[in-house]
């Protein structure tokens, strides 16, 4: 055959390939989130994600020197805590086991980007993000909550805080509050399209947090795709410098929509049960766990992602070519 164009031309060999080669994958864009507990000598992996960890702040410790050690520096924090009441009173606690983790890791490590979450459904009862009322989250109410959290956190020493609720608002504010208290190079990571997903599962039950109804009101339809361009324009209106899709996996041409029109970096959350329908996946001998999860993390940063939180990030701390 006389073809002009024969595209199998640059996949004939490895060299050809790696000219070839598009979209890259490396250490550099990885996050790990832990869950931090009170105690010590805490380790515990949730037993559907083994790379799940939830951990006492020593162990956090080892846990990031280690993770470090192998070129991940980036660190998504969440508090598992058995301190819940109406209010989430528990989150202004400036001697919690976060705020304590953050204080010890920011002495030890200096190089490393220590985030934290902000929402208050670790320390609610009744599991909401935000304040809940006669069947109804109270959202300006949340917010400044929100405000005093996020100025804790950076006085603890996070270098961004990552605001996870969804309330309306809250990136402004949150903005405002770190500026009025000195916290002008505190980065603010925001939630920008988090979507109300079934995939929260073991996430939600390594913090224990038994949700009263759902949290449709604030958390986005899965059916919808344009609103999540109304809320990337009101997250970088409002001062947000990293945006988030959440969850990844099932959020691609979502991730591709919010790249082309941002002008900050877009982050993608691989949700705890997309990771884990991979992990059951693998132990059911359905595919090769390394190919397996490389290509879903290759598929994230493909549409677009330019940062992957993924509970995978310290195996997959290696350059991929
Ligand atoms: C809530 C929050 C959730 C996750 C991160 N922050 C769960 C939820 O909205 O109920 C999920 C992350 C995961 O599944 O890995 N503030």
Redesign the pocket.
Known sequence: MNLIQRPRRLRQSAVFREINHETQLGRAHLMM?YFITSGSGIRKKHPHLSVALTLSRDELEKEIGQAREKGVDKFLLFEVSDKRDAQGSEALNENSALCESVKRIRDKFDDVLIST?I?L?PYTDHGH?GLFKDGKILNDQTVEVLQKMSALHAKCGAQMVAP??MMDGRVLAIRERLDEEGFQDCAIMSYTAKYASA??G???DTLGSNVVGD?KTY?MNPANRREALRELHLDLDEGADIVMVKPAIHYLDVIADVKLDSNVPVAA?H???ECAMLEAGVKAGLYDRTRAIYESLLAIRRAGADLIATYFAVEFARDFR
């Open positions: 989130p979450d929402a459904d993000d996870s609720d995939f929260y073991p996430f939600r949290k958390q959350y949700v705890s049960g």
